[in-house]
């Protein structure tokens, strides 16, 4: 890990601005090995700064006094993307495997799991046992289109990002000892990835994001040795990255039953036929959440002798809103388990495993962070200065607002539950469930509403030198111990989960295949 500073530049008494442009494109690059032709490569990179003093004529006069930093940024790119893979061959389709081969090339003997596993005569599966669900979601298949190597599919497209970057910085003096800042910085992005988990271009994802960051910064001199910072600033940063199509419900049209009609998700299930190119919108998707961030500070540098002395606290609080889509659509794979095939698996609609949604889980988590630190900057002589602080860190842990956290605790036995998450049927949600006895409330076991205990004892010493032996030369070194955090999306586990989000898993046998198109 590394900590980053960024500073940005201030106006100043005289207009002054920037115009700029990055340009890049595919007429000198050359074609990558993997692509049939040349991928399109076009970036535009272009922006402008303008700062200067704050001027209104015949209201105010910033000169001086008050100055301002516009800056603008903009991206427009276009870059190609190539997937290869296996799509199945078009007599593969009407039920004809006499051409089918395993990985080593040997011919496959393609058995029918319902007459005790005889062979298929000549490898070809009747039509009237081809599943019509199967065959509706194979039409998903592209045609091969590749010869000369194991692959007989390849497809190029065109990925596309595109963002405008803006921000807005105020400067103001307001006397000898006294600086205010304000700045505001905000960051819409679009981007389309047409291959997102499928190599089917239909099957991509678009990803829109916003990030936005405004603070206040507050600096007030004493005396010219003894000065405070403080500062409040207020962040945040959304996601919404649905599915290409999943406004259409091409479930219904395939005839696929029981699949969701939550209007934000519709489309296929996720079809992972092993050797082959998957079908689907990406089964995790959509994705949509927020994050808010709260952050306050106080500084206090004090330079007295030898010493520059530093201390101060921040408080950081963490806002986390959720919603969880994964495999709401259901998602399948075809192994070969039944036929020796997995193609021929799928066509007769034999699934080895299968998954779904039930619900969409929601989390609201909220975190607050606590921290203190002193640090002394010790110069011993003209060569040599020692660094000595302290940080004390108090990370609480997550609580989600409705109490919607669940997690097995291998010590207790019991799967832990933080409260109800908000669900009106909880209670009949629980004695539903041949596990209502293993399921206990935090509070009643001794546990926090955020089921995971805060530790207390984060103390972080450092220590560092800086020594000069000779002239031109410095050795440097230092020490230190260091605590973070994990990321909030991170404890997603513990909310998507029973019993706020319920998911049906099955996996068949080979005495009792399931067959997609039969419910």
Not at 72 to 78: A, G, H, K
Not at 83 to 111: C, H, Y
Not at 169 to 187: A, C, Q
Not at 229 to 251: K, M, V, Y
């Amino acid at each position: 890990g590394g900590v980053l500073s960024v500073a940005t530049k201030s106006g100043a008494n005289r207009v002054r601005g920037s115009l700029y442009e990055f340009l890049r494109n595919s007429a000198l690059n050359a074609r990558n090995y993997f692509d049939a032709g040349k991928s399109k490569v076009i970036q535009n990179q272009f922006g402008s700064t303008v700062s200067g003093p704050v001027f209104i004529p015949k209201v105010y006069n910033g000169h001086d006094h008050t100055f301002f930093l516009v800056s603008w940024e903009s991206l427009r790119q276009i870059s190609g993307s190539t997937q290869r893979g296996i799509v199945p061959q078009a007599q593969m389709l009407q039920g004809n495997f006499s051409a089918a081969v395993d990985a080593f090339g040997k011919p496959e003997t393609i058995i029918d799991p319902l007459a005790k596993n005889a062979p298929f005569a000549g490898n070809q599966i009747p039509l009237t046992r081809l599943d019509p669900v199967a065959l509706n979601i194979a039409a998903f298949y592209p045609k091969p289109n590749l010869t000369g190597s194991a692959n007989n599919y390849l497809a190029q497209g065109d990925s596309t990002s595109s963002f405008n970057n803006y921000a807005i910085k105020v400067d103001h003096t307001l006397g000898d000892n006294d600086r205010i800042t304000l700045s505001t910085f905000w960051k819409p992005s679009v981007s389309l990835n047409p291959f997102q988990r499928s190599p089917v271009a239909i099957f991509g994802a678009n990803n829109n994001s916003f990030g936005l960051l405004s603070g206040i910064r507050y600096v007030h001199a004493f005396t010219p040795a003894l000065f405070d910072e403080a500062s409040a600033s207020f962040g945040r940063t959304t996601l919404n990255q649905p599915n290409i199509g999943s406004d259409h419900d091409w479930s219904a049209q395939a005839g696929f039953n029981g699949a969701t009609k939550d209007p934000t998700d519709l489309g296929l299930p996720y079809v992972s036929v092993s050797g082959y190119i998957d079908l689907g919108q990406a089964y995790d998707l959509p994705k949509v959440w927020a994050y808010n961030n709260f952050h306050y500070a106080d500084a206090i540098t004090w330079i007295h002798g030898r010493h520059n002395l530093k201390f101060g606290g921040d408080f950081l609080h963490y806002q986390y809103f959720n919603h969880d889509y994964a495999d709401l659509r259901g998602r399948m794979t075809f192994l070969g388990r039944f036929t020796n095939d997995p193609m021929a698996d799928f066509l007769l609609g034999y699934a080895q495993t299968s998954r779904r949604l039930v619900n969409v889980a929601t989390e609201y988590l909220l975190v607050s962070n606590y921290s203190a630190f002193a640090q002394d900057d010790f110069k011993i002589t003209s060569t040599l200065t020692l660094n000595f602080g302290l940080r004390y860190e108090l990370m609480k842990q997550p609580v989600e607002k409705h109490g919607a956290r669940s997690i097995f605790v291998p010590s207790l036995g019991k799967i832990v539950v933080a409260g109800t998450g908000g669900l009106a049927n909880f209670d009949q949600l629980i004695q539903a469930t041949a596990v209502a006895n293993y399921v206990v409330k935090a509070a009643d076991v001794g546990l926090p509403q955020s089921i995971v205990r805060t530790n207390y004892k984060n103390f972080a010493p450092r220590f560092g030198f800086a020594w000069r032996p000779i002239t031109r030369t410095v050795i440097r070194g230092g020490y230190g111990i260091f605590y973070g955090t994990d990321s909030l999306y991170r404890y997603d586990s513990m909310s998507d989960t029973y019993p706020y989000a319920l998911i049906n898993t099955f996996s068949a046998t080979a005495s009792n295949p399931l067959q997609i198109g039969r419910a």
